[in-house]
């Protein structure tokens, strides 16, 4: 599962941060989380729950998702859409000259500690 692998990706991080800053609990992981990345939010935080109370430093730390509508833009008459309602075609001029601003992202946004 795709989302697996990302939540072990996130833990690896959590855990550099909170190395670094000799934190010993975290209790709060925030996430940017695209709206066209291939992550399900759901299935992140499944997965979350499953991996992270494995760890004494991430038992019971809750993982907060904040999604990022996609936003592509054009350039041909240099405006911005949704890219979830259009595509790549812009919807005022028609071109396919266009491409993705934002909504593909998969961040560490914020980390809470205790
Ligand atoms: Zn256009």
């Not at 550099?16 to 209790?27: R, T």
């Not at 992981?29 to 004494?56: F, N, Q």
């Not at 730390?61 to 405006?79: F, K, R």
Request: proline share 4%; glycine share 8%; net charge negative.
């Amino acid at each position: 599962m795709h989302e697996l692998g990302i939540v072990f990706y996130i833990i690896r991080d959590v855990k550099k941060v909170a190395e670094e800053n000799s934190v010993g609990h975290v209790s709060k992981v925030v996430m940017s989380i695209g709206e066209v990345s291939t992550i399900i939010p759901d299935y992140l935080t499944d997965c979350w729950r499953w991996a992270a109370d494995k760890e004494p430093l991430l038992k019971g730390c809750t993982l907060e998702i904040q999604q990022v509508p996609a936003v592509s833009y054009c350039g041909d008459c240099n405006s911005e859409f949704g890219t979830v309602d259009f595509g790549k075609k812009c919807p005022l001029c028609g071109s396919e000259n266009t491409w993705l601003l934002r909504g593909n992202e998969v961040e560490i946004k914020e980390i809470a500690c205790d």
